[in-house]
């Protein structure tokens, strides 16, 4: 099983980044997916969930209207993409893949906002 997350960087307030998971080794499509952030010295949030068909996705309030996630169920691939974005948006961001009782994480890949 491997989950392996790219796209992070170093980015200006107000700009945008695109951040994507490739999935491997299990039924992707059978998972909800979502992406967590861990910012320095606090606790990892959830802040985006999609459900396995794509039909249905939420948002912590604080990235609503800003972040959009997606899959793509025959690219085994899951997005998300970050406008308007905000030196309180900096964190390693997590894909995190979940189906009954099984839990999958990436890395992490590092997104940083700064002037």
């Known amino acids: 099983v491997q989950l392996v997350e790219s796209g992070g960087g170093l980015v200006q307030p107000g700009g945008s980044l695109r951040l994507s998971c490739a999935a491997s080794?299990?039924?992707?499509?059978?998972?909800?997916m979502r992406w967590h952030r861990q910012a320095p010295g606090k606790e990892r949030e959830l802040v985006a969930h999609?459900?396995?068909?794509?039909?249905?996705?939420t948002y912590v309030d604080s990235v609503k209207g800003r972040f959009t996630i997606s899959r793509d169920n025959a690219k085994n691939t899951v997005y998300l993409q970050m406008n308007s974005l905000k030196l309180e948006d900096t964190a390693v961001y997590y894909c995190?893949?979940?189906?009954?009782?099984?839990?999958?994480w990436g890395q992490g890949t590092q997104v940083t906002v700064s002037s």
């Open positions: 995190n893949a979940v189906y009954l009782l099984r839990s999958y």
């Open positions: 080794g299990f039924t992707f499509s059978n998972y909800y």
């Open positions: 999609i459900s396995s068909g794509g039909d249905t996705t």
